[in-house]
């Protein structure tokens, strides 16, 4: 006998385990296994059988009592809800403390509003839009940056038939932002305006009684109030690339300038163009009459040194008239001005900023949507809006010509001065990448780089390049 | 006996069986979109041009890349970031590491006051180091002028990495002076013991015996802060926002022509170009490193 045979026939025991695993084990596997299903079988019935019978939102549920029967019967009336995506900003918070009640008495519906940074808003919303996963009926959104997403808001031109809105009661510059390809797809909800805003206790201090109306004026004006440390007449905003862009685009456009031709070829590098950036520069190096750490100051920190009293004047947005008014953080409360910026040849043409309210396609509440938009930007609400210090941002012209918020606020006579001059921004989905080419290049200007022809020059290219693959040279 | 049939494939594989759904799951939230994004850098998605589709363009994005200055110098401002600040980490960390070892008194309260910075979010480090950098309201800038010194343009375009690895080493020079501590901590004593019974100085002992003891766990953190650096994007968007060519590193890059520009694609093909590149250059450092 082999010893493997020996082995084997000496230890049958070994010999029948190895063959097949030991009935107490396989009845334990059978046992766990069996559990384990009759657990989820049972737990599955369970929930299925314990689930409250389904209810619509708003639906009563009222029980009739017969002799015998007890029946339950479910009647259901939808309530309206509808969804915002807001904007972190005084505004915001005022529209809907003023109007929630309004608007829900009036078209009973409820606005739940979830307010956002401008960042948030702008770096989630591309994404839940592209994945037709966005959970908003209204979206809060910057004009100026709403071509990139425009094919995914639906256009309302049926409700503005429906509701007879009237579209000439806005500022026509405004309308810009909300349109695509010929189609409404928004309406305007906060206006910006580019202003001259000023301390005006600095320039009293010097003998001027009013803003400048031309650059020449900045100029004079600058050189008279500027007093190093302690004051410097201007302060850029070379942190954030919208900021000395727009600087830049203030003076070309007011001064008869163009961004691009009817072929949207880019003329920011035109004579007056060169002769914008050279203005800035100059401000900067050769007379010093720009604060000298502007190339690092954010929008934020711009207005600090303006509020502070440190500096004697920028250009901005409303927003920062608004909070030079506040005594918590201002020292000029009260002693603030706002104008239209100066211009060679129309003081205060720039294009409008904003920004507007949206629908998404996928929204199954559009309608509910637009009666909120219309209804926030009725001019009592507009006006009241103000009144209650929220931002001095009105999109009615009736709203910017009101004479009591111009008696009360001496911001609102600049600011309708600037609306009526003012243009419609670029509105095509490749501005944002424009805007951030020339901030580069004017970087280099003023850093000395480059020359105030050479920066434009090379933008320029830049842009035509950006422009011409996107096909608007075909 | 009762035979099963078929049981015993069951019972053999019953626990791959139990984390099955686990794995499948798992796999289908990181496969697909790895799949998935890699799929769509190879079309022209633009997320402003929903109309256009999708249309497959190939290798175009990724050829398009290997030639735009923009990405060649965020690929630049990446790397040189990473060198300094790995360098300047781990450089202050041993030595930070190399007092803490000498147990002076007071040194444990010293150490957990260097951990502070590790516990804060690379967002509010961002924030903090904004707020220090910011000329009007600058602390930095206020001593530095109270003693007769210039202070630079922090986030000028001249000055803006050495401010990042500035803010980047303040985060994680503790992490590497952990690691190095614990090395030390864990030293055999009888090379350096025989050292000292040699008569080998300090700065002997330190070289050629501590160092070279050392050299492992000094590799291990240079790897484990070179990985970690690489994916450098919080501070640095809060700082600058990648505004600037020379704080535009990768990871902003690629945010920057997804959100900003929505040019998804080409978003896409740089986040794997970024990825096959680092990889590359890591796998040659540790190579070098380990020589």
Redesign the interface.
């Known amino acids: 006998m082999k010893k493997s045979e020996k082995k084997e026939s000496e230890d049958p025991e070994q010999n029948?385990e190895r063959a097949?695993?030991p009935?107490k084990?396989?009845r334990g596997?059978l046992k766990t296994?069996g559990a384990l299903v009759a657990g989820l079988a049972v737990g599955g019935a369970a929930a299925w059988l314990g689930k409250p019978a389904e209810r619509l939102p708003g639906a009563t549920v009222t029980e009739r009592v017969t002799e015998t029967v007890t029946e339950t019967v479910t009647t259901t009336t939808a309530a309206k809800e509808i969804s915002v995506l807001g904007v972190d900003c005084e505004q915001t918070r005022k529209i809907l403390d003023i109007t929630r009640e309004s608007f829900e008495k009036e078209f009973g519906i409820t606005v739940n509003m979830e307010i956002s940074g401008t960042g948030e808003i702008?770096?989630k919303l591309?994404t839940m839009l592209?994945a037709a996963a966005c959970p908003y009926d209204v979206i809060v959104y910057p004009g100026d940056s709403a071509?990139?997403?425009?094919?995914?808001f639906r256009p309302i031109d049926d409700f503005i038939e429906k509701y007879d809105v009237r579209l000439d009661e806005f500022v026509p510059a405004l309308m810009g932002y909300v349109k695509f390809k010929d189609q409404i797809i928004g309406l305007p909800w906060r206006s910006d305006f580019f202003l001259h805003v000023y301390n005006e206790e600095a320039y009293e201090n010097v003998g001027i009684e009013k803003p400048a109306e031309t650059w020449s004026e900045f100029l004079e004006n600058a050189l008279q109030v500027n007093d190093p440390p302690n004051m410097y007449a201007f302060a850029a905003q070379g942190?954030?690339?919208w900021g000395i862009t727009q600087e830049f685009f203030a003076y070309l456009l007011s001064s008869g300038g163009e961004m691009f031709d009817e072929n949207m070829m880019p003329m920011i590098n035109s004579d007056i163009g060169v002769e914008a950036l050279t203005y800035y520069v100059d401000l900067f190096h050769v007379h010093k009459v720009t604060h000298p750490?502007s190339?690092?100051?954010g929008y934020m920190?711009k207005l600090?040194?303006l509020i502070g009293g440190?500096v004697a004047s920028i250009f901005e947005w409303p927003w920062s008239w608004t909070e030079a008014q506040n005594p918590e953080k201002s020292v000029i409360v009260g002693k603030c001005g706002g104008w239209t910026v100066p211009g060679n040849v129309i003081p205060g043409r720039m294009f409008a900023g904003g920004w507007g309210t949206f629908i998404p396609k996928e929204s199954k509440k559009a309608e509910e949507a637009f009666q909120w938009c219309n209804w926030i930007t009725q001019p009592k609400w507009e006006k009241e809006v103000v009144m209650r210090k929220g931002d001095t941002c009105p999109v009615r012209i009736a709203t910017l010509n009101d004479p009591e918020l111009a008696a009360e606020f001496k911001v609102f006579e600049g600011l309708s001065k600037s609306s009526s001059v003012c243009i419609q921004g670029p509105n095509f989905?490749?501005w944002?990448?424009c805007r951030?080419i020339l901030?580069?290049y004017m970087?280099d200007a003023y850093?000395e780089k480059l020359t105030p022809k050479e920066t434009l020059d090379k933008a320029a290219e830049e842009w035509h390049d950006v422009l011409e693959k996107a096909g608007y040279y075909a | 006996m009762i035979p099963l049939r078929g049981f015993g494939f069951v019972e053999r594989h019953l626990a791959s069986l139990f984390i099955l759904p686990y794995i499948v799951i798992a796999n289908i939230f990181g496969i697909f979109p790895l799949a998935y994004s890699m799929y769509v850098s190879l079309t022209e998605y633009n997320l402003a041009r929903p109309h256009l589709g999708m249309p497959f363009v190939g290798m175009a994005n990724y050829i398009i890349l290997l030639g735009d200055p923009n990405f060649q110098n965020s690929i630049m401002v990446t790397f040189t970031i990473v060198a300094g600040a790995v360098f300047v980490q781990v450089l202050a960390g041993l030595v930070l590491a190399l007092l803490l070892n000498l147990n002076l008194k007071g040194a444990g309260f010293v150490k957990i006051l260097l951990l502070l910075p590790m516990m804060v979010t690379p967002s509010v480090t961002g924030i903090i180091w904004r707020i220090l950098y910011t000329p009007t309201v600058s602390p930095i800038n206020y001593y530095l002028q109270t003693i007769g010194l210039i202070p630079p343009r922090w986030l000028s375009s001249d000055f803006v990495i050495p401010s990042i690895i500035i803010a980047d080493s303040w985060q994680w020079t503790p992490f590497v002076m952990l690691i190095l501590l614990a090395g030390l901590q864990n030293l055999p004593p009888e090379p350096i013991e025989a050292a000292k019974i040699d008569g080998a100085s300090r700065w002997q002992m330190l070289r050629y015996v501590t160092l070279p003891l050392l050299k492992p766990i000094i590799l291990t953190a240079i790897v484990l802060r070179t990985i970690g650096a690489f994916k450098i994007f919080d501070m640095v968007f809060i700082l600058t926002r990648g505004a600037l060519p020379s704080s535009e590193v990768a990871s902003i890059f690629v945010v920057k022509r997804l959100l900003d520009f929505y040019y998804v694609g080409y978003s896409a093909a740089s986040s794997y170009l970024f990825a096959i590149i680092i990889m590359v250059i890591s796998i040659l450092y540790i190579w070098v490193l380990r020589r």
């Open positions: 029948a097949d695993p009935e084990d396989r596997y296994v702008m770096t591309p592209a071509p990139g997403l425009a094919e995914y942190k954030d690339f750490e190339m690092a100051l920190e600090f040194e440190r989905p490749e944002n990448e951030q901030f580069r970087h850093d």
